[in-house]
């Protein structure tokens, strides 16, 4: 069964770089039919898509976010990461890793709250 | 970007009743060469990550029970929940995979009147 576990620190300090790893287990990252993908939620809000990530590296970004985020795969240890710089008190939210097939998500981690605060 | 507007945002209804969620896209997500509707419906409880119910629209995903449906086509979609059971009590998303960045509605918090 496929589980996604995001890890990273859940406080960063304003301009700084939030970074977050997601380790898939139960499945390959590799696997030529899923996009892998963060999203986050900022408390009592909803869903914001950030970036999506192939297995080749291939990316898709949201234009609102891409000057700031910089997303990455690592075959080798099933993982894939996001870097978002520049943080401000905006960015606090739950952050999810998740797995696209067709693009829409089948699958999400159980999320990890990164706040962002001095 | 396509919007994704849901009515209402937020809806009571009764154990057993009927509750009629809608989601409007600003742009159609259907895909002419395959006909098909880039919509999916996500179910969210406190404290955990959403859940796939329905994605194409209208197909039902692997366990969810069968009174969820999905309708629509085009730019205006439903979910429907024939019969509410004490944990359908969450808040429901709709989202746009038709192209990026992809985003989803507001959200509908559903509770029980």
């Known amino acids: 069964q496929l589980q996604l576990q995001e890890s990273g620190p859940g406080l960063v300090k304003p301009s700084e770089t939030l970074s977050l790893t997601c380790t898939v287990s139960g499945g390959s990252i590799s696997s030529a039919s899923y996009y892998w993908a963060w999203i986050r939620q900022p408390p009592g809000r909803g869903l914001e898509w950030i970036a999506s990530?192939?297995?080749?590296?291939?990316?898709h970004h949201n234009p609102s976010l891409k000057s700031r985020v910089t997303i990455s795969v690592d075959t080798s240890k099933n993982q894939f990461s996001l870097k978002l710089s520049s943080v401000t008190a905006a960015d606090t939210a739950v952050y999810y890793c998740a797995r696209q097939y067709n693009n829409y998500v089948t699958s999400w981690g159980q999320g990890t709250l990164v706040t962002v605060s001095s | 970007d396509i919007v994704m507007t849901q009515s209402p945002d937020s809806l009571a209804v009764s154990l057993g009743e009927r509750a009629t969620i809608n989601c409007k896209s600003s742009?159609?997500?259907?895909?002419?060469?395959?006909?098909?509707?880039?919509l999916g419906w996500y179910q969210q409880k406190p404290g955990q990550p959403p859940k796939l119910l329905i994605y194409?629209?209208?197909t039902r995903e692997s366990g969810v029970p069968d009174r969820f449906s999905g309708s629509g086509s085009g730019t205006d979609f439903t979910l429907t929940i024939s019969s509410l059971q004490a944990e359908d009590v969450a808040v429901y998303y709709c989202?746009?995979?038709?192209?990026?960045?992809?985003?989803f509605g507001q959200g509908t918090k559903l509770e029980i009147k």
């Open positions: 989202h746009q995979y038709y192209n990026t960045p992809y985003t």
């Open positions: 742009q159609s997500v259907l895909y002419s060469s395959n006909n098909k509707n880039y």
């Open positions: 990530i192939y297995y080749s590296g291939y990316i």
């Open positions: 194409w629209a209208s």
